[in-house]
Nanobody, 113 residues
Framework: QVQLVESGGGLVQAGGSLRLSCAAL????????MGWFRQAPGKERVFVAR???????YYADSVKGRFTISRDNAKNSVYLQMNNLKPEDTSVYYC???????WGQGTQVTVSS
């Protein structure tokens, strides 16, 4: 059984930083693209960032220059370093694997102004 387990969310003031982690359990995803989506209250889930198996990264324009995605294949994990956070970054952040319908339970990020 595959599980994606996110952690690292919390409450932070605008301008602060958080680091999200996602650990994949049950199978190895070192050959797959992994990444993050987020969903604000009353809004659709939207793309944030992804990283390919070779380490190429892609970002939504809204987070480019502030967020950095990385992965550790030895730990079967993907990370999202979020700097200079803004109130509009407030969302539940979800980890996923491209090509599979696997999603984590989500981790809440709240940025106060």
């Amino acid at each position: 059984q595959v599980q994606l387990v996110e952690s690292g969310g919390g409450l932070v003031q605008a301008g602060g930083s958080l680091r999200l982690s996602c650990a994949a359990l049950g199978r190895t995803f070192s050959s797959d693209t992994m990444g993050w989506f987020r969903q604000a209250p009353g809004k659709e889930r939207v793309f944030v960032a992804r990283i390919t198996s070779s380490g190429d990264t892609y970002y939504a324009d809204s987070v480019k220059g502030r967020f950095t995605i990385s992965r550790d294949n030895a730990k079967n994990s993907v990370y999202l370093q979020m700097n200079n956070l803004k109130p509009e970054d407030t969302s539940v952040y979800y980890c996923t694997v491209w090509g599979f319908n696997y999603w984590g339970q989500g981790t809440q990020v709240t940025v106060s102004s």
